[in-house]
T-cell receptor, first 117, second 110 residues
Framework: AQSVTQLGSHVSVSEGALVLLRCNYS??????LFWYVQYPNQGLQLLLK??????LVKGINGFEAEFKKSETSFHLTKPSAHMSDAAEYFC???????????????FGKGTKLSVIP | DGGITQSPKYLFRKEGQNVTLSCEQNLNHDAMYWYRQDPGQGLRLIYY???????QKGDIAEGYSVSREKKESFPLTVTSAQKNPTAFYLC?????????FGQGTRLTVV
């Protein structure tokens, strides 16, 4: 079974500082990996995804993530935090069911990012 | 988002009442999902439907029911059997690679 671990339920950074949100996964097959962002009382919005190919993927709002198979990690980074980045971030891994022609997403428990002025 | 509409955004329910949350999509996708979100627990799968007139229980289906009479609609009923229904509920559609989410409904039992 797939699983996702997000290290740190809360992360605080100063405005302008590096953002690093950690995600480790377990998967028996090459994974599809995702980062979603959620603002208060809103749905989840896709930030970026890794499917195949280049292991460094760029997303919206200046975020990027690197797939490291040897470390089973998919950490999310942004060089310089902005106040508008304050939100909750979810890492997810996809499990495929080829016989059914479908898949499931397994989510981490989320990391709430605070940005200090 | 972008073609997935959840309503209402906020819902209050008295104990012992059933309540139905709406999820409509115009993206022409077959697969639709309901998740429950509680603080610090991430998203937990309640029910999903791969096709019209078919649906499957997720990890926490007890106290919930769904129907899928139309491709566009996947309503979730929170029944009186659900012991702790206060939560944020998210509907999603599964596209080829990733999921897209509605804006959510916050249900509060009063």
């Amino acid at each position: 079974a797939q699983s996702v671990t997000q290290l740190g339920s809360h992360v605080s950074v100063s405005e302008g500082a590096l953002v690093l949100l950690r995600c480790n996964y377990s998967s028996s097959v090459p994974p599809y990996l995702f980062w979603y962002v959620q603002y208060p009382n809103q749905g989840l919005q896709l930030l970026l995804k890794y499917t195949t190919g280049a292991t460094l993927v760029k997303g919206i709002n200046g975020f990027e993530a690197e797939f490291k198979k040897s470390e089973t990690s998919f950490h999310l980074t942004k060089p310089s935090a902005h106040m508008s980045d304050a939100a909750e971030y979810f890492c997810a891994v996809r499990s495929d069911f080829p016989a059914a022609g479908s898949y499931q997403l397994t989510f981490g428990k989320g990391t709430k990012l605070s940005v200090i002025p | 988002d972008g073609g997935i509409t959840q309503s209402p955004k906020y819902l209050f329910r008295k104990e012992g009442q059933n309540v139905t949350l709406s999820c409509e999509q115009n993206l022409n996708h077959d697969a639709m999902y309901w998740y429950r979100q509680d603080p610090g627990q991430g998203l937990r799968l309640i029910y999903y439907s791969q096709i019209v007139n078919d649906f499957q229980k997720g990890d926490i289906a007890e106290g919930y029911s769904v129907s899928r009479e139309k491709k566009e609609s996947f309503p979730l009923t929170v029944t009186s059997a659900q012991k702790n229904p206060t939560a944020f509920y998210l509907c999603a559609i599964k596209a080829n690679t990733e999921a897209f989410f509605g804006q959510g409904t916050r249900l509060t039992v009063v």
